[in-house]
């Protein structure tokens, strides 16, 4: 005689077809309640090209620009608690976030993403709010600083 292995799998779930459905049916409806109560996050996008005679980050031979050690070390100092406590205070962007000036910091880094953008000397900055003109502020004010 053959065994049929997948037939007793079809008969378990053809009698527990209520349990299925009922788990079913409490996932999604437990999905919709989280979609429905949860904040709508924009983001917010800037390049900053990083150019052989900028101010900012002082002059760099052409040939260094390339590097990705430099572009590397652009893209981290745009990252310091430096750099965005100062962007805090000179762009009066605590007003809109809580806490210390060390949560505040901490607020704008953990929101934030700085990377590289492969194959240019651009690198790209986003932010993360639930308010779509501070994201655009924050933005802002990196590429200012």
């Known amino acids: 005689m053959e065994e049929r292995p997948f037939l007793g ?5 053809a009698r527990r077809k209520w349990i299925i ?3 079913l049916l409490a996932w999604l409806g437990l999905t ?12 917010s996008t800037g ?19 390339g590097s990705i050690d430099v572009l590397k070390t652009v893209e981290r100092n745009l990252q310091s608690t430096t750099l965005v406590s ?15 000036l060390a949560a505040q910091i901490a607020q704008v880094q953990g929101r934030s993403s700085i990377a590289l953008a492969r194959g240019t000397r651009n690198v790209v900055i986003s932010y993360r709010s639930t308010d779509p003109a501070f994201a655009k502020r924050v933005v802002d004010a990196y590429i200012a600083e």
């Open 21 to 23: 459905l009922g788990m």
């Open 47 to 65: 390049e900053l090209k990083v150019a052989s005679r900028d101010p900012k980050f002082g002059s760099i031979e052409s040939e260094d620009l």
């Open 86 to 100: 100062r962007m805090i205070e000179s762009h009066g962007l605590g007003d809109h976030l809580k806490g210390t």
């Open 9 to 13: 799998l079809f008969q378990v779930i």
């Open 32 to 43: 919709w309640f989280f979609l429905k109560n949860s904040p709508e996050v924009y983001e």
